[in-house]
């Protein structure tokens, strides 16, 4: 280990860069002022300054999730760590990496203004937390937030009390090394009856979830040898594209055609999946079949289903294993996917754009324009709201990792900032979002200048229906009035244009062309705005 003189507050920063991190997101206040000066000025890194606590957090977390590493953000003390409650959550239901440096109030200063028991309101949000205890314990509590991170798959919180930021110290570089967890192949009894079940189906399809990205090719070797058809779950959504057995999602978001395949199935070998409700339609496409399900998380075992054999074990390695059984007992194909009706069963039909009314443009219709013409090596992501499945079935990404879900805990209002994150991410890249104008006005509006400011390459497309989309629709089902859903934005298009980015409104195709052609020419940050007819948006599919 390196040994130097420092204050605590560069110690702290000289932490965060040993371990390799250029750029960190943040809003800055008395309690961290100092770090995040020195994480810039000291270190050479990158500060991307954030208008709001949460957007820095989930900021953090879509950059974790496009570098593979762990997302750093910091805010100051008391309302800058209350502010970021909602982005922890949604940090931990999504199961990202990520350190947050929070000052805190001194520890002599019962009564200052903006003291609260930081720990509990981390430790509310299911949250890791990491107590600076003395300047000394600074750069090894720093450590210990990395490692927990990726251990965890959590969101760690250095608390940081504001007092310490002066004293020296000598700084120590101390990086643990990253948990390996072993891929493991099981063997045993149920091992056993795994394969059993396997061999002897008749119409086997093979199911991939988030967990078994990483395993295409030895997921599709499978698939072959058996004949089986290929699905995902929406988090594994473009692993199977293009291979001839790829029915698309499994679950409330398959097509028709998909949605048969999956109901003629015997068996379902689940790779790296939970087997959520969406995904099993509440238990309904798993009535009458074995089901096997392969995950490296015990965790993520049980959860939503008791499957027929359970296999805690590596996906790719697994199911190497499970075609080299099936060779040794040469088990013949199944013939299941050689039945499968000709064309793409993961294409929904197509939209139609007479289907809509005077000043609104069909949604289907320029999702599917959309789909043919934004940049083929997106990254996707999506805020919450009801437009959203719609976009999951009809806007495609090149792979699974491509795309962002930014609404794990439900809440609307969180994928622009997530957006700026991934485009920081991968600054080489366009990134698309969808948002719905609730979470465009909720949370979109004041970072968008965020993403003006850094110079991303970002394309926003607010899916405008002047509602409360999901809540209109459940008083229209009860014959209720839905005006208290309803709402007079003012113009999208404009707004971006006064954020210093540019905007163009869609109402008819021929809107939507120039809105196309926009795209393919911006200089900057963009927003489309589709005029959608509130009482005319598909229902989401759940």
Not at 120 to 134: R, W
Not at 433 to 451: C, Q
Request: glycine share 10%; with cysteine.
């Amino acid at each position: 280990m390196s040994e130097q003189k420092y204050y605590m507050h560069q110690s702290v920063a000289q932490a965060v860069r040993d371990h390799g991190v250029e750029t960190m997101f943040g809003l800055v206040g008395d309690a961290n002022l100092f770090m995040a000066n020195h994480f810039v000025k000291g270190c050479g890194g990158t500060l991307v300054p954030a208008v709001h606590e949460g957007g820095a957090v989930l900021m953090a977390l879509a950059h974790a999730q496009v570098t593979g590493g762990v997302g750093v953000a910091t805010v100051t003390q008391g309302p800058g760590l209350t502010n970021c409650v909602t982005a922890l959550r949604e940090g931990v239901v999504a199961r990202r990496p990520a350190v947050l440096l929070c000052g805190d109030t001194p520890a002599l200063a019962a009564f200052h203004p903006q003291n609260i028991d930081q720990r509990e309101i981390v430790k509310a949000t299911g949250a890791g937390f990491e107590q600076v205890q003395a300047p000394e314990t600074a750069s090894r509590n720093v450590a210990s937030a990395f490692y927990r991170a990726r251990k965890e798959r959590r969101p760690i919180v250095v608390n940081i009390p504001s007092d310490f930021m002066w004293a020296e110290v000598t700084h120590q570089k101390i990086v643990l090394p990253p948990p390996e967890p072993p891929a493991v192949v099981t063997e045993g009894p149920a091992h056993e009856d795994a394969i059993g079940m396997i061999a002897s189906a008749k119409r086997p399809l093979i199911l991939a979830g988030a967990g078994a990205v990483c395993a295409r090719e030895q997921l599709i070797a499978l698939a072959e040898r058996l004949d089986a058809p290929l699905a995902t779950t929406l988090k594994g959504t473009g692993l199977f594209r293009g291979h001839p057995n790829n029915i698309g999602y499994f679950g409330t978001l398959s097509t028709a055609a998909a949605y048969d395949v999956i109901a003629a199935a015997d068996c379902v070998i689940a790779f790296g999946a939970w087997l959520h409700i969406f995904t099993t339609d509440r238990g309904e496409l798993l009535k009458g079949k074995r089901v096997i399900q392969i995950n490296n998380s015990p965790s993520d075992v049980g959860t939503f289903h008791h499957a027929d054999a359970v296999l805690v074990a590596d996906a790719g390695r697994t199911a190497e294993n499970i075609l080299y059984w099936l060779d040794e007992a040469e088990v013949p194909p199944s013939g299941f996917a050689s039945e499968l009706p000709d064309g793409d069963l993961s294409l929904h039909p197509k939209g139609d754009p007479r289907k809509s009314a005077p000043g609104f443009i069909n949604f289907e219709y320029a999702l599917d324009r959309l789909n043919e013409t934004l940049p083929q090596d997106r990254i996707m992501l999506t805020d919450g709201g009801r437009f959203i499945t719609e976009v999951w079935c009809r806007i495609f990404v090149p792979d699974p990792q491509s795309f962002h879900m930014s609404d794990n805990f439900a809440a609307i209002g969180q994928g622009m900032q997530q957006a700026i994150g991934a485009a920081h991410g991968d600054p080489k890249r366009p990134v698309v979002l969808f948002t719905g104008d609730g979470g465009f006005m909720m949370g979109g509006m004041n970072e968008f200048n965020t993403a003006v400011r850094t110079n991303r390459d970002l394309i926003v497309i607010i899916c405008n229906d002047s509602a409360y989309g999901a809540e209109h629709v459940q008083l229209l089902d009860r014959q209720m009035d839905p005006s208290l859903t309803e709402f007079h934005w003012p113009s999208f298009a404009e707004t971006a244009r006064a954020l210093g980015g540019e905007g163009v409104q869609v109402t008819s195709p021929e809107e939507l062309e120039t809105a196309i052609e926009a795209i393919r020419v911006r200089k900057g940050p963009i927003i489309v705005e589709l005029k959608l007819d509130p009482n005319n948006v598909p229902r989401m599919r759940m």
